[in-house]
């Protein structure tokens, strides 16, 4: 039975206005294990030519007991669109060449 899952995500992206192409992400998602979440998730954001680099800290929605507010929203929108992918603020770090 699919469950929501949420992971810190690292991802390469095009660049940003700084030039820089990697970042962070919190992603909420539905799967079926940890392994099923993560193969969405990878899908899913591949579809926007963002590579995923690494998905770190999965735990399953209901488990949770303390939720920062951007993923508390992020559990609440991907509740209403089973299949969904729900993806918060990119937080890029300094990845550009010297």
Sequence with gaps: M??????????????????????????VAWGITPANFAENVCTILGRRSWT??????????????????????????AEKQPGS???GSLHYYPSKGA
Excluded: K
């Design 2 to 27: 699919d469950a929501l899952w949420t992971a810190q995500v690292h991802l390469l992206t095009p660049p940003n206005e700084f030039g820089d192409t990697r970042c962070w992400v919190n992603v």
């Design 52 to 77: 995923v680099l690494s998905i770190v800290q999965t735990r399953r929605a209901a488990s949770l007991t303390i939720v920062a507010d951007e993923v508390a929203q992020q559990i609440e929108e």
């Design 85 to 87: 992918c729900i993806f």
